[in-house]
């Protein structure tokens, strides 16, 4: 597992893999909770009263350490520059994250130079799963800046020897398709969404054969059936990538097994928690995840929020890496208000995968009606997308009718053509 070398040397400060087990890094993952808590608490005027009753009892445990007080986004938006540890002569970058629906204020989320040194450093090491020197990767993701993520992959790539090729309009699956040919790509990096769109166009343009040996789905969640279906048309391995821009980009990352995504232990503290109390909760059971950022010295973050129901596995990975992983099904627990019980069963993802058998399918995008009660689907496709409306409403009818207060199904005509509208965003089902 690519990961294993740098958690060693962050550890024990060696380049070596040798001895290295999940007991060491429960122990040295505590030793830098206390560090990076009462570094906060000195430095920070948020954390200075959030974390006023600090004390080195509750480095004991992991249970003793989910007494704390949690951060939450809200918090964030409210007193940003609260957070702050350093100067803000010491920013690099600062990133203003608005989310999707909300007319609240938006996150401001600061960074130093080492710390976006750090993400490079993780995309070369993560991308071991995956490339290799001389290697074509193909990357969906925009890069309008330096320190962006597409242009930051580029870094992380480059140190690795493989040649990066970027889409920065990932929305443009004609694009997407000449550089995937132009180029003999060998990896393929980008949203579910938009490497599906893809995979549609180059079976739809009557492709057989390809060059791509393995995919990394990233930045937003991905179903199985759109995993199984993106392996078996390219005959690849496909890898899963869970981050937030919060913890610094990167976060866990298949290793070649695929079984989980392998945690980046020496940078952040993850705990599966309980939403209403923020106990820790056993390895194996779903609940809230919690990061604390182990390394982070501009705005560190101290058991935050994430708004995401996850699990860690509990069997070992046949790699015998000692990390700890996360189960790729990721969804958000927050709802939107108003919305019935099966609207957290209807992730953008598992709508892709209800229409994967529809040829000219390339991408969608679903909103709810709460009045009266209708879930209303765009389609893109590669063709005449009205001629594909009956087949469509009839699988996703199918496909919700045995949830509770099954909604109606309404599809509607989207892009007739090899462009999609779906932007570079995590999808969410917006409810009016």
Same mark, same amino acid.
């Given at each position: 597992?690519? +990961?294993?070398?740098? /958690?060693?040397?962050?550890? $024990?400060?060696?380049?070596?893999?040798?001895?290295?087990?999940?007991?060491?890094?429960?122990?040295?993952?505590?030793?830098?909770?206390?560090?990076?808590?009462?570094?906060?608490?000195?430095?920070?005027?948020?954390?200075?009263?959030?974390?006023?009753?600090?004390?080195?009892?509750?480095?004991?445990?992991?249970?003793?350490?989910?007494?704390?007080?949690?951060?939450?986004?809200?918090?964030?938006?409210?007193?940003?520059?609260?957070?702050?540890?350093?100067?803000?002569?010491?920013?690099?970058?600062?990133?203003?994250?608005?989310?999707?629906?909300?007319?609240?204020?938006?996150?401001?989320?600061?960074?130093?130079?080492?710390?976006?040194?750090?993400?490079?450093?993780?995309?070369?090491?993560?991308?071991?799963?995956?490339?290799?020197?001389?290697?074509?990767?193909?990357?969906?993701?925009?890069?309008?800046?330096?320190?962006?993520? %597409?242009?930051?992959?580029?870094?992380?790539?480059?140190?690795?020897?493989?040649?990066?090729?970027?889409?920065?309009?990932?929305?443009?699956?004609?694009?997407?398709?000449?550089?995937?040919?132009?180029?003999?790509?060998?990896?393929?990096?980008?949203?579910?969404?938009?490497?599906?769109?893809?995979?549609?166009?180059?079976?739809?343009?009557?492709?057989?054969?390809?060059?791509?040996?393995?995919?990394?789905?990233?930045?937003?969640?991905?179903?199985?059936?759109?995993?199984?279906?993106?392996?078996?048309?390219?005959?690849?391995?496909?890898?899963?990538?869970? %981050?937030?821009?919060?913890?610094?980009?990167?976060?866990?990352?298949?290793?070649?097994?695929?079984?989980?995504?392998?945690?980046?232990?020496?940078?952040?503290?993850?705990?599966?928690?309980?939403?209403? #109390?923020?106990?820790?909760?056993?390895?194996?059971?779903?609940?809230?995840?919690?990061?604390? #950022?182990?390394?982070?010295?501009?705005?560190?973050?101290?058991?935050?929020? #994430?708004?995401?129901?996850?699990?860690?596995?509990?069997?070992?990975?046949?790699?015998?890496?000692?990390?700890?992983?996360?189960?790729?099904?990721?969804?958000?627990?927050?709802?939107?208000?108003?919305?019935?019980?099966?609207?957290?069963?209807?992730?953008?993802?598992?709508?892709? %995968?209800?229409?994967?058998?529809?040829?000219? $399918?390339?991408?969608?995008?679903?909103?709810?009606?709460?009045?009266?009660?209708?879930?209303?689907?765009?389609?893109?496709?590669?063709?005449?997308?009205?001629? +594909?409306?009956?087949?469509? /409403?009839?699988?996703?009818?199918?496909?919700?009718?045995?949830?509770?207060?099954?909604?109606?199904?309404?599809?509607?005509?989207?892009?007739?053509?090899?462009?999609?509208?779906?932007?570079?965003?995590?999808?969410?089902?917006?409810?009016?």
């Amino acid at each position: 597992m690519p +990961l294993d070398a740098p /958690t060693y040397a962050d550890i $024990f400060s060696d380049a070596t893999t040798l001895g290295l087990s999940a007991e060491h890094i429960d122990v040295w993952q505590r030793k830098r909770l206390a560090t990076i808590c009462h570094y906060a608490q000195a430095n920070s005027s948020f954390y200075s009263k959030h974390l006023r009753n600090l004390n080195d009892t509750v480095f004991a445990s992991r249970e003793a350490f989910a007494t704390l007080p949690r951060t939450t986004a809200e918090e964030i938006r409210e007193t940003p520059f609260a957070f702050l540890c350093t100067s803000q002569d010491d920013i690099a970058r600062v990133v203003t994250l608005t989310t999707s629906g909300s007319t609240g204020k938006p996150k401001r989320i600061f960074f130093t130079q080492d710390e976006i040194d750090e993400t490079i450093a993780f995309y070369n090491h993560g991308m071991q799963c995956l490339a290799e020197s001389g290697d074509t990767v193909l990357a969906l993701l925009p890069a309008p800046r330096p320190d962006s993520v %597409g242009a930051l992959l580029r870094d992380g790539l480059t140190q690795l020897g493989a040649t990066p090729v970027l889409n920065q309009d990932p929305d443009d699956v004609a694009q997407s398709l000449s550089l995937l040919k132009a180029h003999a790509a060998d990896c393929v990096v980008g949203t579910a969404a938009h490497v599906l769109a893809l995979v549609k166009l180059w079976e739809h343009a009557g492709n057989k054969d390809t060059s791509v040996k393995t995919v990394l789905l990233c930045w937003d969640a991905s179903s199985q059936p759109v995993r199984e279906y993106i392996a078996k048309a390219w005959n690849c391995r496909v890898h899963t990538h869970w %981050g937030m821009t919060e913890t610094g980009l990167g976060g866990a990352v298949n290793c070649a097994h695929g079984s989980g995504m392998h945690l980046r232990e020496s940078k952040m503290y993850v705990e599966i928690t309980d939403p209403e #109390t923020g106990a820790v909760l056993p390895d194996g059971e779903r609940g809230e995840m919690v990061v604390t #950022t182990l390394t982070r010295r501009g705005m560190p973050l101290i058991r935050y929020r #994430t708004g995401d129901e996850a699990q860690i596995l509990t069997e070992p990975c046949p790699c015998g890496s000692p990390l700890r992983r996360l189960s790729p099904y990721i969804r958000r627990i927050r709802q939107p208000k108003n919305t019935p019980d099966w609207f957290k069963d209807m992730p953008p993802s598992a709508i892709d %995968g209800a229409l994967l058998s529809i040829p000219n $399918f390339l991408a969608q995008q679903a909103r709810y009606r709460v009045s009266p009660n209708r879930l209303e689907i765009t389609i893109d496709a590669c063709g005449t997308a009205s001629q +594909l409306l009956p087949a469509c /409403t009839e699988l996703l009818r199918n496909f919700v009718s045995p949830l509770r207060n099954a909604p109606e199904i309404l599809c509607l005509p989207g892009k007739n053509s090899e462009k999609i509208s779906i932007g570079f965003a995590k999808r969410i089902i917006s409810v009016e």
